[in-house]
T-cell receptor, first 115, second 114 residues
Framework: GAVVSQHPSWVICKSGTSVKIECRSLDFQATTMFWYRQFPKQSLMLMATSNEGSKATYEQGVEKDKFLINHASLTLSTLTVTSAHPEDSSFYIC???????????FGPGTRLTVL | DAKTTQPPSMDCAEGRAANLPCNHSTISGNEYVYWYRQIHSQGPQYIIHGLKNNETNEMASLIITEDRKSSTLILPHATLRDTAVYYCIVSRPLSNFGNEKLTFGTGTRLTIIP
């Protein structure tokens, strides 16, 4: 399967700070990037979808000004959690997708803990 | 996308075949059945997918009923490393340039017993 990396794998930050999470597709070009989050003991929930060079489309209930997504290249996307609060503590998972793939691959995830 | 129903949890003895059922009675003709698993604190891992024929790869086999309203994922010789949450997802083809995306349900928590 495709190789996807996320950095950092975990991060602890103080309330009010911003955190940037990077997602890279290492062996294919991702025309689309999906960002999911997963709260403890819950399933993955899609946050937003972005296409390279375009603005992201956010799912209902996800604040676009709080979760900034940049998909400037076909191999790199970033998610910035701005002014993080404890309720933003979650497991964030990216999923880059090459349009012709009939599978969806996932990054290893980033665990964010906001104190 | 069609919804799926899976048992919340299952146990399987190590070395035995693990059979995970999934109901998707409202599946449409062009929707695939995808299986993913998520080991604790990791991203989901693709296992297998199929449309109507049975499929097999190095990880598992997928058996889809003739009416396509249900399927079974078979792990032929379960090991302790197969302990994970298994998700059965129905979706139109993902090779549609990002216009389709996977929606996760609650899955089946499979525990392999030594």
């Amino acid at each position: 399967g495709a190789v996807v990396s996320q950095h950092p794998s975990w991060v602890i930050c103080k309330s009010g700070t911003s955190v940037k999470i990077e997602c890279r597709s290492l062996d294919f070009q991702a025309t689309t990037m999906f960002w999911y989050r997963q709260f403890p003991k819950q399933s993955l929930m899609l946050m937003a979808t972005s296409n390279e060079g375009s603005k992201a489309t956010y799912e209902q209930g996800v604040e676009k000004d709080k979760f900034l997504i940049n998909h400037a290249s076909l191999t790199l996307s970033t998610l910035t959690v701005t002014s993080a609060h404890p309720e933003d503590s979650s497991f964030y998972i990216c999923s880059p997708h090459a349009g012709h793939h009939n599978e969806q691959f996932f990054g290893p995830g980033t665990r964010l803990t906001v104190l | 996308d069609a919804k799926t129903t899976q048992p919340p949890s299952m146990d399987c003895a190590e070395g035995r075949a693990a059979n995970l059922p999934c109901n998707h009675s409202t599946i449409s003709g062009n929707e695939y059945v995808y299986w993913y698993r998520q080991i604790h604190s990791q991203g989901p891992q693709y296992i297998i997918h199929g449309l109507k024929n049975n499929e097999t790869n190095e990880m598992a086999s997928l058996i889809i009923t003739e009416d396509r309203k249900s399927s079974t994922l078979i792990l032929p010789h379960a090991t302790l490393r197969d302990t994970a949450v298994y998700y059965c997802i129905v979706s139109r083809p993902l090779s549609n340039f990002g216009n389709e995306k996977l929606t996760f349900g609650t899955g089946t928590r499979l525990t392999i017993i030594p």
